[in-house]
């Protein structure tokens, strides 16, 4: 069995620009979600159908040229994170819908993007 790489480096591109990314990256891809529709019989009934967004998650480091009011502004955007593994998750039409919020103690930013249903780029 050959072993790969699965975790460490990742980069992250909004509208081609690349972040300074600093910590621990979190993407769920979005897409349809079922949750089971019980009935007082005790019996699954259907399903509810919901597309749910997808998003992006992390911290970036907040350097004197990265402008918190616009990335705050960000929406349509394509972001783009790309994994050790070498597969590429993408979010086309994607906001920033986080709370920027700052750690003083090394700089960091958190950050959030979501947008419709992502898709995930085989190497």
């Known amino acids: 069995m050959a072993f790969e790489d699965v975790g460490g480096t990742h980069k992250l591109f909004v509208n081609g620009v690349q972040y300074n990314l600093k910590g621990d990256p979190t993407t769920d891809i979005g897409g349809q979600k079922r949750t089971p529709v019980m009935g007082v019989d005790g019996r699954c009934h259907g399903y509810k159908v919901e597309t749910m967004p997808s998003k992006i998650s992390g911290t ?64």
Do not use: W, Y
């Not at 907040?62 to 994170?81: F, G, I």
């Not at 593994?85 to 700052?102: C, L, R």
């Open 60 to 123: 970036i480091t907040d350097t004197s040229d990265l402008d918190l009011v616009e990335l705050r502004q960000l929406h349509n955007a394509t972001v783009k994170l790309e994994k050790p593994n070498g597969k590429t998750f993408v979010i086309n039409g994607a906001a920033f819908s986080g709370d920027p919020s700052e750690s003083g103690a090394e700089g960091e930013i958190s950050f959030e993007f979501s947008g419709p249903p992502g898709k995930e780029l085989e190497p």
